[in-house]
């Protein structure tokens, strides 16, 4: 444990140590860490700023998996959460106390992909002196950097019967997410291609 290097795989290992790499450098940042999956990225980073007694403060065009872990798991760690609407970033201001220790949000909202006024969510954290958080899962480094300030199938599918079923209806209307709510991932296809898709999923 004196000298640096990979002693033990779990802890770290060549293959994990050059995907963080490529992943900082394609995102432009110091350095990286990989997790199982993208929702202990979230919970990883939450649980390293916020301890019982603090509050956060995360958008409410989120993914489902991020509402549930935000407004209802972090309650048993004693972590409150407080909800703005990202197309009204002023919201914050009057969010924010003095145990407000970050701001989450998504660059393109899943699955409306409401596209998140950055600078001025970011102006109001640095003026506060509070971190933000960027969920870039839609975007990716290739169209936005948030450090910094395509897919050849296309894939439709339906929220609130899939990605956001297991959210309450009560809640679904309030993160925007409606029974006719479709979510498009457009690659480089032809529109012909794409016609035919949409045509397929709404027989």
Known sequence: ?????????RLTNPTVKIFEEKIALLE?????IATASGMSAIFFTILNVARLGDNIIVAKQVYGGTSTLTEH?????GIVTYTFDVNKPNEIKELITDKTKLILFETISNPTTTIANFYKIISIANKFN????????LATPILIKPLSIGNSLSIITHPASTTHSQIKQSDLKKYGITPSLLRLSIGLESPIDLINSLKEVLK
Not at 130 to 137: F, H, P
């Open 28 to 32: 432009n940042g110091e350095s990286a």
């Open 73 to 77: 798991t972090l309650k048993d760690f």
């Open 130 to 137: 509070i971190l933000t958080c960027a969920d870039n899962t």
């Open 1 to 9: 444990m004196k000298e640096a290097g990979n002693i033990y795989t």
